[in-house]
């Protein structure tokens, strides 16, 4: 589970980085979607779901923009 989650983390990580540097437009969705997390509390736990949803809704922000764009 540890190991999917990081994985998880990694592609989280990396599309944000492509938000970031080729949709800087975008980056205001950024915060909207992290408030879904849990944040700043130690206790809490992100389980792989969250962390799927999270993933996939930044993979659907670029690809509507991407659609909408053309």
């Known amino acids: ?8 983390l990694s592609e ?5 980085r492509v938000i970031e ?6 980056q205001k969705y950024l915060d909207e979607g992290r408030s879904t997390l849990p944040q700043g509390n130690m206790e809490a736990s992100i389980d792989n779901k969250s962390l799927e ?5 930044l ?10 764009k053309h």
Do not use: G, V
């Not at 540097?21 to 975008?26: C, I, R, S, V």
């Not at 949803?53 to 809704?57: E, G």
């Open 53 to 57: 949803n999270y993933r996939d809704t």
């Open 1 to 8: 589970m540890k190991t999917e989650n990081a994985n998880i």
């Open 21 to 26: 540097e080729q949709y800087p437009e975008l």
């Open 59 to 68: 993979k659907e922000l670029i690809q509507n923009y991407d659609k909408n």
């Open 12 to 16: 989280i990580s990396t599309l944000t």
